[in-house]
């Protein structure tokens, strides 16, 4: 059959961070660049998402003065990835990290500001730091996109307030201490009042922030550097020559089927396969059927990018301790009638809030990251039995003073939640246990002991607070521990946690140029993977936070390179 032809250089399936930093930078080195894109907007996963990137000895960290080294960043993949250490990607990714983000601080859109506090996961660990790896794009005017922001995917409702995007650090404490500093209230005031303009005058936020401002600039420089990103565009098909080299793919698109034809190569970027049922039965030991799991990554992060490659040879590394990253998630009832997915990142390092699964009792650092969380409930549960579930637990001053996931602090109403069943509420331990099907006297008691060391700041059973990660993400006003308070104001409360993810790290075999291979091991010509598309370089654990984006934007950045002939 013959297809309407479109020519290029390099072909981008996927618009997340991966695939446009691969586009960005193919068009910067002169090659003609074309994003497709099956969704009617664009961002991926990367605008649903708070956007950090990991990439350490970044130039933003060292003009804060941040010591770091590729010495100490290796120790610390060496450590957190353990049998899984891959020498040659990890030295890629160490040596053109830096370089990437040199690119797109002078060449592009894409600006950066540090998270001086952000912590490595594993601080302690050998070549871990206190902060200064983790890096986010800089707020963004949505406006500069022009009529393009319309097809910008917005932000993850539930981590949203009202729809308005917030900042992390000084901001969120901001937030957190609206009723009690009125330089809070005014700083909140004021973004609430240009966020109604916005919606007024435009129908969504202006002030675009994390993964959202991310997406936005980087599509704001393919405009830029003339690179079209096609949306409604699904690539059903890979092409090859009688060598086996990738050639280009049938795209089907509104206007009919076009065969795009490409020079250098195809990079596949389509977002790992979070929402494929079928991969994640096959992957996800606490998902059976494939459908005990929720993700809020975007419905089309089906594995299109893994099937397109299998289908010409490529091979998937299934043999990660942990396919994904794991997070906790609830689910909180929307207006329209469906279940939200709201990931559990700041509240699990909250003075007052512990986690229990069924049984009653804690099983981890409830503070400790969110893929170490959904490790220990797993483990806890194939020991236990039952439904791959938890409980998030605290009282009523907790709860009006810092929320509790998708639950928002004083002065925002919260009853509603209860009523929908998000919320449960009992006036005693025993009385909320049996609300949640949790043994009544072992939650008490889970509380009681909890309570005597919590008054002096202390949790001598998992340590809550022990580390600067854990310290971050807790309150810096509250001592002596910002991790640690007691359980004992009437009433008590609780939140459903089922296991979620913010990617998978299960992805195509690759090497150090981007390059997928094939089973024997084996570059297959012109094509290329970068994001969650890529088997992660993390070894299946999640050592910081943006160790998704940060190896997703280097290694779009590498594939370019790559394809340009280039070596720098």
């Not at 540090?114 to 800089?138: C, E, K, M, N, Q």
């Not at 909320?432 to 889970?446: H, N, R, S």
């Not at 998992?462 to 001592?479: C, I, M, Q, V």
């Amino acid at each position: 059959m013959t297809y309407e032809k479109y020519t290029c250089d390099v072909l981008v399936v996927g618009s997340g961070a991966g695939g446009l930093a691969s586009a960005v930078s193919a068009a910067h080195r002169g090659l003609k660049t074309l994003v497709v894109e099956k969704e009617p907007v664009f961002g991926g996963t990367t605008a649903r998402s708070g956007g950090w990137m990991w990439i350490p000895n970044n130039a933003p960290a060292k003009r804060a003065g941040v010591k770091d080294s590729v010495e100490m960043a290796t120790t610390y993949m060496k450590h957190e990835t353990g049998e899984h250490f891959d020498s040659a990607r990890v030295a890629a990714f160490l040596e053109a990290g830096p370089k990437a983000v040199d690119f797109f601080e002078n060449n592009t859109h894409l600006q950066f500001d540090l998270g001086p506090t952000f912590a490595d996961y594993h601080p302690d660990a050998p070549g871990g730091i206190d902060g200064g790896r983790s890096i986010v794009a800089r707020p963004f005017d949505g406006r500069e996109l022009g009529k393009d922001i319309k097809r910008l995917r917005p932000p993850l409702s539930e981590i949203t307030f009202l729809g308005m995007m917030i900042g992390t650090g000084k901001e969120l404490l901001h937030f957190f201490n609206v009723t009690r500093s009125p330089i809070s209230a005014f700083y909140v005031a004021k973004l609430f009042l240009k966020f109604l303009r916005d919606m007024a005058f435009h129908g969504r936020p202006m002030r675009l922030m994390n993964g959202n401002a991310l997406a936005a600039r980087l599509a704001k420089s393919c405009a830029e550097k003339d690179v079209p990103i096609w949306t409604r565009a699904a690539v059903r098909q890979l092409l090859r020559d009688d060598s086996g080299r990738v050639t280009g793919a049938l795209v089907e698109t509104v206007k009919g089927t076009i065969e795009v034809q490409c020079s250098k190569g195809v990079v596949l970027a389509a977002g790992g396969f979070p929402q494929d049922p079928t991969r994640r039965k096959e992957l996800f030991p606490h998902a059976p059927t494939g459908y005990e799991h929720a993700s809020p990554a975007p419905p089309g992060n089906t594995g299109d990018g893994l099937r397109l490659a299998e289908a010409v040879g490529a091979t998937v590394d299934d043999t990660l301790p942990n396919a994904a990253a794991w997070v906790p998630i609830s689910r909180p009832l929307k207006s329209d009638g469906t279940l939200g997915t709201f990931p559990h990142f700041v509240d699990r390092s909250k003075p007052g809030v512990i986690g229990v699964t069924r049984s009653g009792t804690r099983f981890c650092n409830e503070a400790n990251s969110y893929h170490d969380f959904g490790q220990s409930l797993t483990a806890r549960i194939a020991q236990e039995g039952g439904e791959t579930c938890a409980f998030f637990i605290c009282d009523h001053r907790t709860l009006r003073k810092y929320g509790l996931g998708y639950v928002k602090p004083a002065p925002v109403p919260y009853k509603h939640h209860i009523k929908s069943g998000y919320l449960f509420c009992g006036q005693t331990p025993q009385e909320l246990a049996k609300q949640i099907g949790a043994d009544p006297e072992a939650l008490a008691q889970t509380i009681e002991s909890f309570n005597g060391p919590a008054r002096r700041g202390e949790d001598p059973e998992f340590a809550r607070g022990s580390t600067s990660y854990n310290r971050s993400l807790g309150d810096p006003e509250h001592k002596p521990n910002p991790c640690v308070a007691p359980i004992e104001t009437a009433p008590y409360y609780a939140i459903k946690l089922v296991m979620g993810d913010l990617g998978t790290f299960s992805g195509l075999r690759c090497d150090e140029y981007a390059q997928v291979l094939d089973d024997a091991g084996k570059p297959i010509g012109g094509l290329y993977a970068a994001g969650n598309d890529a088997a992660s370089i993390m070894g299946g654990n999640y050592p910081g936070g943006g160790i998704t984006l940060g190896p997703a934007v280097t290694f779009g950045y590498i594939a370019a390179r790559h394809m340009s002939g280039a070596n720098a």
